[in-house]
């Protein structure tokens, strides 16, 4: 076999393992978070408040973490990271709502609202 061949052979190889279960990750193992739809935001009195749904898309039941993150694209493009919820316990597949509030006079026009939530899914 040429150096052709064994080039062959190696890149074979590594191609199969990226397209099979070698190297993919399986299912979250636990609870595993992840956006169901879109954020929504309304006023609540002086301030702004941020809706999430999220499903457990893992395989088993259990809780998690959010925090609301603030992103910054105009002048600073910084995150500033808000409130953290602890999510009850959700059984996979079903969802639960996360609902935050933000201090109304420390939003502008531009500012775009998030949430990081843990445990999330295998990548």
Request: aromatic share 8%; net charge neutral.
């Amino acid at each position: 076999m040429g150096r052709f061949g064994i080039a062959t052979a190696v890149a074979t190889v590594l191609l199969s393992a990226c397209g099979g279960t070698f190297g993919t990750p399986g299912p979250s193992s636990g609870p595993a978070f992840i956006e169901a739809g879109r954020i929504s935001e309304e006023r609540c009195g002086k301030d702004l408040c941020v809706s999430q749904v999220f499903t457990n898309a893992g395989n088993e039941p259990g809780s998690g973490e959010c925090q609301l993150i603030k992103l910054e694209f105009l002048q600073s493009h910084r995150d500033t990271k808000g409130p953290k919820f602890v999510l009850p316990i959700v059984q996979p597949g079903d969802t639960t709502t996360v609902r935050a509030r933000w201090p109304r006079n420390d939003v502008a026009n531009r500012n775009v609202f998030g949430f990081a939530c843990e445990p999330g899914p295998l990548m």
